[in-house]
């Protein structure tokens, strides 16, 4: 692995956001074309490179002012567990360090994860969909 290159852009090439997606069993890599556009649509997009290759990226909304929400996180399986998440969370932290509250919806298995990066499990609070997507 070489050195990971972190980038603060929204223009993707749909091959690279469908081999990331897919390489974590996320649906949305089916449709590469809307991804792209989602990525220039998303306030905030940071993205983790090892040289030409797309291996990160995380995304984020928000509505100016008070309260960000974190949407995507991915990193692909073969640079997981070296730091990259976490490097791209403390990013998107410090962009909206000034804001009330940053949340995410977290699929079971990431809670832990997301925990070690700063954020608390909801007691009194479920995520829902409504969505055509299966993972």
């Given at each position: ?22 390489s ?9 074309e809307?991804?792209v ?99």
């Amino acid at each position: 692995m070489g050195e990971i290159v972190y980038k603060d852009f929204h223009d993707f090439k749909s091959d690279d956001l469908k081999d990331l997606f897919l390489s974590v069993g996320w649906s949305s890599g089916h449709f590469p074309e809307k991804l792209v556009v989602a990525m220039k649509n998303f306030e905030t997009v940071i993205s983790a490179w090892n040289g030409d290759e797309l291996v990160g990226l995380i995304s984020a909304m928000d509505d100016g002012i008070m309260t960000a929400y974190i949407h995507y996180l991915l990193v692909k399986p073969e640079y997981q567990s070296k730091g990259i998440g976490h490097e791209l969370v403390l990013k998107v932290k410090d962009i909206y360090k000034d804001y009330l509250r940053i949340v995410i919806v977290a699929y079971n298995d990431e809670v832990e994860f997301y925990e070690n990066c700063g954020f608390e499990k909801a007691d009194d609070a479920s995520p829902m969909f409504i969505t055509d997507l299966w993972t």
